[in-house]
Protein backbone atom coordinates (compact mmCIF):
# COMPACT_ATOMS: atom_id res chain seq x y z
CA UNK A 1 0.00 0.00 0.00
CA UNK A 2 1.53 3.73 -0.98
CA UNK A 3 0.79 6.95 0.75
CA UNK A 4 0.79 9.87 -1.39
CA UNK A 5 0.13 13.05 -1.15
CA UNK A 6 -2.02 15.67 -3.66
CA UNK A 7 -2.64 19.15 -3.28
CA UNK A 8 -5.28 21.26 -4.22
CA UNK A 9 -9.29 20.93 -3.52
CA UNK A 10 -9.83 17.71 -2.01
CA UNK A 11 -13.36 17.20 -4.57
CA UNK A 12 -11.48 16.87 -7.66
CA UNK A 13 -9.28 14.10 -6.89
CA UNK A 14 -10.27 11.12 -8.29
CA UNK A 15 -10.44 7.72 -5.53
CA UNK A 16 -13.31 5.62 -4.55
CA UNK A 17 -13.96 7.54 -1.50
CA UNK A 18 -12.88 10.62 0.33
CA UNK A 19 -12.71 10.69 4.07
CA UNK A 20 -13.68 13.95 6.07
CA UNK A 21 -13.30 14.19 9.83
CA UNK A 22 -16.37 16.64 10.97
CA UNK A 23 -16.18 18.19 14.48
CA UNK A 24 -19.16 18.83 16.92
CA UNK A 25 -21.22 21.71 17.34
CA UNK A 26 -20.11 23.29 14.31
CA UNK A 27 -21.72 25.55 12.15
CA UNK A 28 -23.02 24.09 8.80
CA UNK A 29 -21.85 27.01 6.76
CA UNK A 30 -18.30 26.92 8.01
CA UNK A 31 -16.53 24.14 6.64
CA UNK A 32 -15.73 21.19 4.08
CA UNK A 33 -20.38 20.10 4.63
CA UNK A 34 -20.93 23.13 3.08
CA UNK A 35 -18.71 22.77 -0.20
CA UNK A 36 -19.90 19.08 0.03
CA UNK A 37 -23.15 20.69 -0.60
CA UNK A 38 -22.66 22.96 -2.85
CA UNK A 39 -21.11 20.65 -5.28
CA UNK A 40 -23.73 17.67 -4.72
CA UNK A 41 -26.42 20.95 -5.36
CA UNK A 42 -27.70 21.07 -1.82
CA UNK A 43 -28.39 17.66 -1.39
CA UNK A 44 -26.57 17.43 2.13
CA UNK A 45 -28.23 19.58 3.44
CA UNK A 46 -31.43 17.97 4.52
CA UNK A 47 -29.18 15.28 6.08
CA UNK A 48 -27.19 17.18 8.41
CA UNK A 49 -30.88 18.94 9.58
CA UNK A 50 -32.38 15.62 9.54
CA UNK A 51 -29.18 14.96 12.27
CA UNK A 52 -27.14 12.96 11.06
CA UNK A 53 -23.88 14.79 10.27
CA UNK A 54 -22.95 16.36 13.20
CA UNK A 55 -19.44 14.89 14.04
CA UNK A 56 -20.37 13.01 17.69
CA UNK A 57 -17.35 10.84 17.94
CA UNK A 58 -17.84 7.56 17.03
CA UNK A 59 -20.60 8.22 14.17
CA UNK A 60 -19.70 8.17 10.63
CA UNK A 61 -22.12 8.69 7.64
CA UNK A 62 -21.47 7.57 4.00
CA UNK A 63 -22.25 9.14 1.07
CA UNK A 64 -22.70 8.19 -2.75
CA UNK A 65 -21.26 11.08 -4.88
CA UNK A 66 -23.18 9.94 -8.10
CA UNK A 67 -21.16 10.87 -10.45
CA UNK A 68 -21.49 14.59 -10.20
CA UNK A 69 -17.99 14.86 -8.32
CA UNK A 70 -14.72 13.33 -8.25
CA UNK A 71 -14.83 10.82 -5.42
CA UNK A 72 -17.16 8.52 -5.90
CA UNK A 73 -18.07 8.30 -2.24
CA UNK A 74 -17.93 10.47 0.67
CA UNK A 75 -17.15 9.39 3.92
CA UNK A 76 -17.85 11.88 7.09
CA UNK A 77 -16.53 10.68 10.50
CA UNK A 78 -17.19 12.21 13.64
CA UNK A 79 -14.18 13.54 15.95
CA UNK A 80 -16.32 14.88 18.78
CA UNK A 81 -15.34 18.58 20.05
CA UNK A 82 -13.04 20.51 18.53
CA UNK A 83 -11.22 21.88 21.73
CA UNK A 84 -11.35 18.28 23.04
CA UNK A 85 -10.09 16.18 19.96
CA UNK A 86 -6.97 14.05 21.22
CA UNK A 87 -4.47 12.38 19.47
CA UNK A 88 -5.70 8.94 20.25
CA UNK A 89 -9.35 9.74 19.27
CA UNK A 90 -7.47 11.19 15.91
CA UNK A 91 -6.02 7.50 15.72
CA UNK A 92 -9.09 5.26 17.21
CA UNK A 93 -11.67 7.05 14.37
CA UNK A 94 -9.32 7.32 11.93
CA UNK A 95 -8.65 3.34 12.31
CA UNK A 96 -11.95 2.68 11.99
CA UNK A 97 -13.03 4.56 8.31
CA UNK A 98 -10.03 3.29 7.02
CA UNK A 99 -11.12 -0.58 7.91
CA UNK A 100 -14.69 0.49 6.73
CA UNK A 101 -13.60 1.87 3.73
CA UNK A 102 -11.73 -1.33 3.20
CA UNK A 103 -14.60 -3.39 4.36
CA UNK A 104 -16.80 -2.57 1.39
CA UNK A 105 -14.32 -3.33 -0.85
CA UNK A 106 -12.99 0.07 -1.76
CA UNK A 107 -9.09 0.21 -3.10
CA UNK A 108 -8.41 4.10 -3.46
CA UNK A 109 -8.90 6.08 -0.68
CA UNK A 110 -8.01 10.48 -0.55
CA UNK A 111 -8.03 12.20 2.97
CA UNK A 112 -9.36 15.85 3.43
CA UNK A 113 -6.05 15.70 6.36
CA UNK A 114 -7.35 19.68 7.11
CA UNK A 115 -10.56 18.62 8.47
CA UNK A 116 -8.86 16.19 11.11
CA UNK A 117 -6.88 19.22 12.18
CA UNK A 118 -7.39 21.89 14.99
CA UNK A 119 -5.42 24.30 17.07
CA UNK A 120 -4.52 21.36 19.53
CA UNK A 121 -3.46 19.01 16.02
CA UNK A 122 -2.33 20.66 13.76
CA UNK A 123 -1.79 19.23 9.60
CA UNK A 124 1.69 17.64 9.95
CA UNK A 125 0.88 15.72 12.93
CA UNK A 126 -1.95 14.48 11.60
CA UNK A 127 -0.73 13.09 8.75
CA UNK A 128 1.86 11.26 11.01
CA UNK A 129 -1.35 9.53 13.12
CA UNK A 130 -3.28 9.16 9.78
CA UNK A 131 -0.16 7.07 8.81
CA UNK A 132 -0.06 5.01 11.99
CA UNK A 133 -3.73 4.87 12.07
CA UNK A 134 -3.63 3.24 8.38
CA UNK A 135 -0.74 1.06 8.00
CA UNK A 136 -1.41 -0.63 11.62
CA UNK A 137 -4.88 -0.06 11.72
CA UNK A 138 -5.30 -2.51 8.21
CA UNK A 139 -2.86 -4.75 9.81
CA UNK A 140 -3.84 -8.72 9.38
CA UNK A 141 -1.94 -11.97 10.43
CA UNK A 142 -3.31 -14.14 7.45
CA UNK A 143 0.00 -16.18 7.42
CA UNK A 144 -1.78 -19.30 7.71
CA UNK A 145 -5.26 -18.92 6.37
CA UNK A 146 -5.32 -20.84 3.16
CA UNK A 147 -8.05 -17.86 1.71
CA UNK A 148 -6.09 -14.68 1.82
CA UNK A 149 -8.33 -11.87 2.14
CA UNK A 150 -9.14 -10.36 -1.41
CA UNK A 151 -9.99 -6.34 0.02
CA UNK A 152 -7.26 -4.53 -0.28
CA UNK A 153 -6.27 -0.54 0.02
CA UNK A 154 -3.97 -0.04 -2.55
CA UNK A 155 -3.12 3.68 -1.96
CA UNK A 156 -3.48 6.66 0.70
CA UNK A 157 -3.71 9.74 -0.72
CA UNK A 158 -3.11 12.68 2.05
CA UNK A 159 -5.14 16.24 0.32
CA UNK A 160 -3.16 19.20 2.48
CA UNK A 161 -1.29 21.93 1.46
CA UNK A 162 1.25 21.06 4.35
CA UNK A 163 4.62 19.34 3.48
CA UNK A 164 4.65 16.37 5.70
CA UNK A 165 6.55 13.95 3.48
CA UNK A 166 9.73 13.46 5.78
CA UNK A 167 7.42 13.37 8.91
CA UNK A 168 5.43 10.66 6.95
CA UNK A 169 8.32 8.70 5.47
CA UNK A 170 9.50 8.00 9.41
CA UNK A 171 5.98 7.22 10.86
CA UNK A 172 5.54 4.66 7.98
CA UNK A 173 9.12 3.29 9.52
CA UNK A 174 8.10 3.20 12.89
CA UNK A 175 4.54 1.68 11.29
CA UNK A 176 6.04 -1.34 9.73
CA UNK A 177 8.12 -2.15 12.25
CA UNK A 178 4.87 -2.31 14.59
CA UNK A 179 3.31 -4.86 11.85
CA UNK A 180 6.52 -6.52 11.61
CA UNK A 181 6.70 -7.21 15.57
CA UNK A 182 3.30 -8.29 15.78
CA UNK A 183 3.57 -10.55 13.02
CA UNK A 184 6.49 -12.44 15.04
CA UNK A 185 4.32 -12.46 18.36
CA UNK A 186 1.00 -13.42 16.11
CA UNK A 187 3.04 -16.31 14.76
CA UNK A 188 2.34 -19.91 15.27
CA UNK A 189 5.04 -21.39 18.54
CA UNK A 190 6.42 -23.81 15.87
CA UNK A 191 6.30 -21.93 13.44
CA UNK A 192 8.92 -19.02 15.39
CA UNK A 193 11.11 -20.61 17.61
CA UNK A 194 14.09 -19.32 19.20
CA UNK A 195 15.90 -20.53 16.01
CA UNK A 196 13.66 -19.07 13.61
CA UNK A 197 13.47 -15.74 15.54
CA UNK A 198 17.58 -15.24 15.70
CA UNK A 199 17.35 -15.89 11.84
CA UNK A 200 14.45 -13.55 11.49
CA UNK A 201 16.60 -10.80 13.10
CA UNK A 202 19.77 -11.70 11.26
CA UNK A 203 18.24 -11.04 7.98
CA UNK A 204 16.53 -7.83 8.95
CA UNK A 205 19.30 -6.33 10.28
CA UNK A 206 21.03 -7.23 7.26
CA UNK A 207 18.94 -5.21 5.18
CA UNK A 208 19.25 -2.50 7.92
CA UNK A 209 22.65 -2.33 8.23
CA UNK A 210 22.70 -3.26 11.72
CA UNK A 211 25.39 -5.59 13.09
CA UNK A 212 24.36 -9.16 14.25
CA UNK A 213 24.99 -11.86 16.60
CA UNK A 214 23.92 -14.65 17.82
CA UNK A 215 25.59 -16.57 20.75
CA UNK A 216 24.59 -20.09 21.03
CA UNK A 217 24.56 -22.66 24.25
CA UNK A 218 28.53 -22.95 24.10
CA UNK A 219 29.37 -19.52 24.09
CA UNK A 220 26.29 -18.80 26.95
CA UNK A 221 27.95 -21.69 29.01
CA UNK A 222 31.46 -20.11 28.50
CA UNK A 223 29.84 -16.70 29.73
CA UNK A 224 28.59 -17.88 32.73
CA UNK A 225 24.99 -17.47 32.20
CA UNK A 226 23.59 -20.28 33.99
CA UNK A 227 20.60 -18.48 35.01
CA UNK A 228 19.46 -18.10 31.07
CA UNK A 229 20.33 -21.83 30.39
CA UNK A 230 18.64 -23.53 32.96
CA UNK A 231 15.44 -21.93 31.24
CA UNK A 232 16.31 -23.36 27.95
CA UNK A 233 17.63 -26.75 29.33
CA UNK A 234 13.78 -28.14 29.13
CA UNK A 235 13.19 -27.49 25.63
CA UNK A 236 15.19 -29.84 22.53
CA UNK A 237 15.06 -26.08 20.88
CA UNK A 238 18.55 -24.34 21.30
CA UNK A 239 18.19 -21.16 22.74
CA UNK A 240 19.92 -18.10 21.31
CA UNK A 241 21.26 -14.55 22.53
CA UNK A 242 20.61 -12.07 20.09
CA UNK A 243 22.59 -9.41 20.19
CA UNK A 244 21.92 -6.47 17.62
CA UNK A 245 23.99 -3.68 17.49
CA UNK A 246 22.87 -0.35 15.69
CA UNK A 247 26.10 2.35 15.75
CA UNK A 248 24.46 5.93 15.14
CA UNK A 249 26.76 8.17 16.75
CA UNK A 250 30.26 7.14 15.78
CA UNK A 251 31.96 9.81 17.42
CA UNK A 252 30.91 8.46 20.85
CA UNK A 253 31.36 5.12 20.88
CA UNK A 254 31.03 4.60 25.03
CA UNK A 255 28.32 5.95 25.04
CA UNK A 256 24.99 3.87 24.20
CA UNK A 257 21.85 2.25 25.31
CA UNK A 258 20.85 -1.51 25.73
CA UNK A 259 17.40 -2.30 24.83
CA UNK A 260 16.61 -5.73 26.02
CA UNK A 261 13.39 -8.14 25.00
CA UNK A 262 11.94 -11.29 26.66
CA UNK A 263 11.87 -13.31 23.56
CA UNK A 264 10.15 -16.82 25.41
CA UNK A 265 8.93 -18.73 21.87
CA UNK A 266 6.77 -20.33 24.00
CA UNK A 267 6.18 -20.37 27.99
CA UNK A 268 4.57 -23.02 28.54
CA UNK A 269 5.20 -22.68 32.59
CA UNK A 270 7.80 -25.52 32.52
CA UNK A 271 7.41 -28.21 35.22
CA UNK A 272 5.38 -25.36 36.97
CA UNK A 273 3.26 -26.19 34.06
CA UNK A 274 1.00 -23.49 33.38
CA UNK A 275 -3.29 -24.42 33.31
CA UNK A 276 -4.07 -24.72 29.33
CA UNK A 277 -6.53 -21.83 29.52
CA UNK A 278 -3.01 -20.06 30.56
CA UNK A 279 -1.04 -21.34 28.19
CA UNK A 280 -2.73 -20.28 24.70
CA UNK A 281 -1.18 -17.33 24.66
CA UNK A 282 2.05 -17.87 25.67
CA UNK A 283 3.28 -17.95 21.56
CA UNK A 284 3.03 -14.21 22.70
CA UNK A 285 5.87 -14.42 25.33
CA UNK A 286 8.14 -12.99 22.75
CA UNK A 287 6.88 -9.83 22.36
CA UNK A 288 9.28 -8.11 24.14
CA UNK A 289 12.01 -9.51 21.72
CA UNK A 290 9.75 -8.66 19.13
CA UNK A 291 9.32 -5.02 20.03
CA UNK A 292 13.06 -4.91 20.45
CA UNK A 293 14.06 -6.12 17.15
CA UNK A 294 11.31 -3.48 15.61
CA UNK A 295 12.30 -0.37 16.92
CA UNK A 296 16.23 -1.03 15.96
CA UNK A 297 14.87 -1.41 12.58
CA UNK A 298 13.19 1.68 13.30
CA UNK A 299 16.05 3.11 14.79
CA UNK A 300 18.18 2.66 11.89
CA UNK A 301 15.57 3.79 9.05
CA UNK A 302 15.30 6.68 11.29
CA UNK A 303 19.19 7.49 10.89
CA UNK A 304 19.09 8.31 14.80
CA UNK A 305 22.51 9.69 15.94
CA UNK A 306 22.73 7.36 18.98
CA UNK A 307 24.33 4.02 19.53
CA UNK A 308 22.02 1.18 20.16
CA UNK A 309 21.72 -2.44 21.07
CA UNK A 310 19.28 -5.06 20.93
CA UNK A 311 19.37 -8.40 23.06
CA UNK A 312 16.70 -10.73 22.75
CA UNK A 313 17.15 -13.32 25.53
CA UNK A 314 15.48 -15.97 23.18
CA UNK A 315 14.65 -19.97 24.26
CA UNK A 316 11.49 -22.00 24.95
CA UNK A 317 10.45 -22.52 28.60
CA UNK A 318 9.07 -26.44 28.56
CA UNK A 319 9.05 -29.12 31.28
CA UNK A 320 10.76 -31.74 28.93
CA UNK A 321 13.17 -34.56 30.48
CA UNK A 322 16.27 -32.34 31.73
CA UNK A 323 14.06 -29.41 32.67
CA UNK A 324 15.09 -27.91 35.37
CA UNK A 325 12.66 -28.02 38.67
CA UNK A 326 11.65 -26.47 41.18
CA UNK A 327 14.42 -25.99 43.79
CA UNK A 328 17.13 -25.74 41.84
CA UNK A 329 19.75 -23.27 42.09
CA UNK A 330 21.50 -21.60 39.02
CA UNK A 331 24.60 -19.03 38.58
CA UNK A 332 24.03 -15.96 36.60
CA UNK A 333 26.45 -14.25 34.49
CA UNK A 334 27.52 -11.92 37.33
CA UNK A 335 27.88 -14.79 39.85
CA UNK A 336 24.41 -14.23 41.60
CA UNK A 337 22.68 -17.46 42.77
CA UNK A 338 18.60 -18.10 41.92
CA UNK A 339 16.95 -20.70 43.69
CA UNK A 340 14.05 -21.10 41.23
CA UNK A 341 10.97 -21.40 43.35
CA UNK A 342 8.99 -21.53 39.97
CA UNK A 343 9.57 -22.54 36.85
CA UNK A 344 7.12 -20.08 35.57
CA UNK A 345 8.88 -17.11 36.80
CA UNK A 346 11.18 -17.89 33.64
CA UNK A 347 11.26 -14.00 31.85
CA UNK A 348 13.29 -12.75 34.84
CA UNK A 349 15.67 -15.91 34.91
CA UNK A 350 16.46 -15.00 30.98
CA UNK A 351 16.82 -11.56 31.63
CA UNK A 352 18.68 -11.63 34.32
CA UNK A 353 22.30 -13.22 31.98
CA UNK A 354 20.86 -10.28 29.45
CA UNK A 355 21.04 -7.71 31.92
CA UNK A 356 24.53 -8.88 32.79
CA UNK A 357 25.75 -9.12 28.85
CA UNK A 358 24.55 -5.63 28.53
CA UNK A 359 26.51 -4.65 31.12
CA UNK A 360 29.35 -6.79 29.89
CA UNK A 361 29.45 -4.92 26.83
CA UNK A 362 29.66 -1.70 28.76
CA UNK A 363 26.26 -0.10 28.04
CA UNK A 364 25.00 3.29 29.62
CA UNK A 365 21.92 2.40 29.87
CA UNK A 366 19.38 0.00 30.21
CA UNK A 367 15.86 -0.20 29.21
CA UNK A 368 14.13 -4.16 28.85
CA UNK A 369 11.08 -4.55 27.82
CA UNK A 370 8.93 -8.06 28.76
CA UNK A 371 5.55 -10.10 29.61
CA UNK A 372 7.08 -10.38 32.43
CA UNK A 373 3.88 -10.96 35.13
CA UNK A 374 0.37 -11.63 35.04
CA UNK A 375 -0.02 -9.26 38.22
CA UNK A 376 0.48 -6.03 35.67
CA UNK A 377 -2.86 -6.64 34.79
CA UNK A 378 -4.76 -6.61 37.86
CA UNK A 379 -2.54 -3.48 38.84
CA UNK A 380 -2.77 -1.26 36.08
CA UNK A 381 -5.62 -2.98 33.63
CA UNK A 382 -4.78 -3.86 30.01
CA UNK A 383 -4.05 -0.05 28.51
CA UNK A 384 -0.66 0.53 30.35
CA UNK A 385 2.73 -0.59 30.36
CA UNK A 386 4.25 -0.87 33.90
CA UNK A 387 7.88 0.79 34.19
CA UNK A 388 9.84 0.21 37.34
CA UNK A 389 13.60 1.66 37.40
CA UNK A 390 16.43 2.33 39.35
CA UNK A 391 17.36 6.14 37.84
CA UNK A 392 14.48 8.85 38.50
CA UNK A 393 15.67 10.80 35.87
CA UNK A 394 15.77 8.08 33.21
CA UNK A 395 12.37 6.29 34.43
CA UNK A 396 10.45 9.72 33.63
CA UNK A 397 12.49 10.53 30.26
CA UNK A 398 11.24 6.96 28.98
CA UNK A 399 7.55 7.53 30.77
CA UNK A 400 7.15 11.12 28.63
CA UNK A 401 8.90 9.23 25.58
CA UNK A 402 5.82 6.71 25.89
CA UNK A 403 3.12 9.72 26.20
CA UNK A 404 4.48 11.69 23.52
CA UNK A 405 3.38 8.70 21.21
CA UNK A 406 0.25 7.97 22.80
CA UNK A 407 1.48 4.62 24.58
CA UNK A 408 0.83 4.89 28.25
CA UNK A 409 2.69 4.47 30.91
CA UNK A 410 2.41 4.36 35.26
CA UNK A 411 5.47 3.76 37.46
CA UNK A 412 5.57 1.75 40.00
CA UNK A 413 7.94 0.76 43.16
CA UNK A 414 11.15 -0.97 42.71
CA UNK A 415 12.49 0.01 46.05
CA UNK A 416 14.91 -1.99 48.50
CA UNK A 417 11.56 -2.29 51.11
CA UNK A 418 10.69 -4.90 48.75
CA UNK A 419 13.66 -7.00 48.83
CA UNK A 420 13.30 -9.33 51.63
CA UNK A 421 10.38 -11.28 50.17
CA UNK A 422 12.96 -12.71 47.78
CA UNK A 423 15.67 -13.52 50.12
CA UNK A 424 16.57 -17.50 49.98
CA UNK A 425 18.06 -19.69 52.35
CA UNK A 426 19.97 -21.43 49.87
CA UNK A 427 21.21 -19.07 47.18
CA UNK A 428 21.46 -14.96 47.03
CA UNK A 429 17.89 -14.78 46.19
CA UNK A 430 14.78 -16.90 44.76
CA UNK A 431 13.17 -15.94 41.99
CA UNK A 432 9.79 -15.60 43.34
CA UNK A 433 8.20 -13.04 46.14
CA UNK A 434 4.82 -13.72 48.17
CA UNK A 435 1.82 -13.58 46.45
CA UNK A 436 1.67 -9.40 47.14
CA UNK A 437 3.47 -7.03 44.66
CA UNK A 438 4.32 -9.38 41.89
CA UNK A 439 4.74 -7.31 39.15
CA UNK A 440 6.97 -5.46 41.31
CA UNK A 441 8.88 -7.91 42.78
CA UNK A 442 9.56 -10.03 38.98
CA UNK A 443 11.28 -5.57 38.55
CA UNK A 444 13.51 -5.74 41.55
CA UNK A 445 14.98 -9.28 41.14
CA UNK A 446 15.45 -7.85 37.20
CA UNK A 447 16.72 -4.72 38.68
CA UNK A 448 19.46 -6.33 40.76
CA UNK A 449 21.31 -7.55 37.35
CA UNK A 450 21.43 -4.25 35.84
CA UNK A 451 23.37 -2.97 38.71
CA UNK A 452 24.92 0.81 38.83
CA UNK A 453 23.66 1.20 35.27
CA UNK A 454 20.35 2.94 34.98
CA UNK A 455 17.92 0.70 34.09
CA UNK A 456 14.25 0.57 33.34
CA UNK A 457 11.98 -2.48 33.37
CA UNK A 458 8.99 -2.18 31.20
CA UNK A 459 6.37 -4.89 32.16
CA UNK A 460 4.07 -5.40 29.12
CA UNK A 461 2.19 -8.51 29.78
CA UNK A 462 -1.00 -7.01 29.51
CA UNK A 463 -0.95 -4.76 26.35
CA UNK A 464 1.52 -6.84 24.16
CA UNK A 465 -1.85 -8.38 22.89
CA UNK A 466 -5.89 -7.14 22.31
CA UNK A 467 -8.92 -9.51 22.14
CA UNK A 468 -10.59 -6.98 20.14
CA UNK A 469 -10.24 -4.09 17.73
CA UNK A 470 -8.94 -0.73 19.32
CA UNK A 471 -8.20 1.75 17.44
CA UNK A 472 -4.98 0.94 15.16
CA UNK A 473 -4.45 -2.19 17.18
CA UNK A 474 -6.50 -4.61 15.39
CA UNK A 475 -6.96 -8.28 17.58
CA UNK A 476 -3.79 -9.77 18.42
CA UNK A 477 -0.28 -8.78 19.21
CA UNK A 478 -0.46 -4.93 19.32
CA UNK A 479 4.13 -4.36 19.23
CA UNK A 480 4.08 -1.68 22.20
CA UNK A 481 6.01 -0.26 22.63
CA UNK A 482 7.84 0.21 19.93
CA UNK A 483 6.61 3.90 19.85
CA UNK A 484 7.94 4.30 22.75
CA UNK A 485 11.48 2.79 22.77
CA UNK A 486 11.87 4.67 19.34
CA UNK A 487 10.43 7.79 20.93
CA UNK A 488 13.33 7.82 23.68
CA UNK A 489 15.84 7.10 21.51
CA UNK A 490 14.56 9.93 19.37
CA UNK A 491 14.84 12.30 22.20
CA UNK A 492 18.46 11.21 23.42
CA UNK A 493 19.66 11.53 19.85
CA UNK A 494 18.61 14.92 20.08
CA UNK A 495 21.04 16.36 22.30
CA UNK A 496 23.81 15.15 20.05
CA UNK A 497 22.64 17.64 17.50
N1 LIG B 1 4.80 -15.06 30.61
C1 LIG B 1 4.25 -15.00 31.90
C2 LIG B 1 3.52 -13.69 32.22
C3 LIG B 1 2.29 -13.40 31.42
C4 LIG B 1 1.05 -13.67 31.94
C5 LIG B 1 2.36 -12.80 30.19
C6 LIG B 1 -0.09 -13.39 31.22
C7 LIG B 1 1.23 -12.50 29.46
C8 LIG B 1 0.00 -12.79 29.99
C9 LIG B 1 5.35 -15.17 32.95
O1 LIG B 1 6.43 -15.92 32.56
C10 LIG B 1 4.73 -15.82 34.13
O2 LIG B 1 4.29 -16.93 34.00
N2 LIG B 1 4.72 -15.12 35.25
C11 LIG B 1 4.15 -15.63 36.44
C12 LIG B 1 5.05 -15.22 37.57
C13 LIG B 1 4.73 -15.88 38.89
C14 LIG B 1 5.00 -17.37 38.81
C15 LIG B 1 5.56 -15.24 39.98
C16 LIG B 1 2.76 -15.00 36.63
O3 LIG B 1 2.57 -13.83 36.31
O4 LIG B 1 1.88 -15.72 37.06
ZN1 LIG C 1 6.20 -17.99 32.83
ZN1 LIG D 1 6.83 -15.90 30.48
Request: net charge negative; hydrophobic share 40%.
Amino acid sequence: MDINFQKGTPLEIVGDCLLVGLFEEEEFSSGELNRVNLALDGSLRPLFDEGELVGKSGTSTLIHTLGKIAPKRILFTGLGKRDSVTEKVIKDVFSTAIRKTRGIGLTRVVVAVDTFSSENIASKRVCELITLATINGLYRYEDHISEKSEKNIHEVILNTDTSAEPNVTSYIAIADAINLARDLANAPPNFMTPRILSNIAEKEAKANSIGFERLDEDKMRELGMGSLLGVAQGSSEPAHLIVLKYIGDKDNPDDSIALIGKGITFDSGGLSLKPPAGMITMKGDMAGGAAVIGALIAISKLALKINVYGIIAATENMPGGKAQRPGDVVTAMNGTTVEVINTDAEGRLVLADALCYANHLGVSKIVDVATLTGAIRTALGDQIIGAFGNDDEFTKEVIEAGAREGERLWELPADESFSKHFKSDVADIKNVGGAAGGATIGAMIIGMFAEDTPWVHLDIAAVSRTNANNGDDPKGATGSPIKTLVSLCKFISAYRY
